[in-house]
């Protein structure tokens, strides 16, 4: 393993089992250093599904959160060697932020601001870890209804939009990504038979 420790992020659009992904690699891997998004913690997050708040504001508050959770978890980081998170950067830069500037959910401007602290962000990342990423493709049908049921109340017209928005920026950006492992699944209740399959293949990806 390389003197750098590394963060390996999981990687999937809404729904797709990423914090199951995160809580099964816990029980193969009792060493792993965990990083969970708390949502509970985001309350311009919950501003912006409420409808009460912005997509930027609720942005910049998950880019901040994501920077402190590393920041605040350097020395156990260190002793570890590996670090696995549970939500991207990347993916709601290019994803997520991308898709809301298109919906016009964010301005130019604010869209410049994001991708401005993401560069620096990702550029902090580069210089101080390996950085690598675990990505969940789950058929659509599965990610529209776990879509739907978190957010109820809003048109089915919406979530195919947002969904299929997010698809194909997702795949563009896992086009991009060198340091990745791909994961396949027809729905997330297979996803634990998918990792048993593959767990040593896992095992050596996010431990080389």
């Known amino acids: 393993m390389s003197n750098r420790p590394s963060i390996v992020t999981i990687e999937g659009c809404t729904g797709a089992g990423k914090t199951t992904l995160a809580h099964l690699l816990a029980g193969y891997f009792p060493d792993l250093l965990l990083l969970f998004e708390d949502l509970s913690n985001r ?21 901040s959160e994501f920077t402190k959770q590393i920041w605040e978890n350097l020395d156990e980081l260190a002793r570890r060697g590996v670090a696995v998170m ?89 086009q991009q990504q060198r340091n990745k492992f791909e994961i396949n699944c027809k729905n997330v209740h297979s996803l634990i038979a998918v990792i048993s399959g593959e767990i040593a293949e896992i095992q050596e990806f996010i431990y080389s």
Request: proline residues 1%; negative net charge; hydrophobic residues 45%.
């Open 43 to 63: 309350p311009l997050f919950r501003a912006w599904l409420n409808k009460t708040g912005g997509a930027f504001n609720a942005q910049l508050e998950f880019y």
């Open 86 to 174: 549970d939500q991207s950067i990347a993916v709601h830069h290019f994803v997520y932020s991308a898709t809301f500037a298109a919906d016009h959910q964010l301005s130019e401007e604010e869209f410049a601001a994001l991708s401005g602290i993401y560069a620096k962000i990702n550029h902090y990342l580069d210089e101080r870890f390996i950085q690598k990423s675990l990505v969940i493709h789950v058929g659509t049908e599965e990610l529209l209804l776990r879509l739907r049921n978190r957010n109820r109340g809003i048109d089915d017209v919406v979530h195919q939009k947002f969904l299929e928005s997010c698809k194909t920026r997702l795949e563009a950006l896992v």
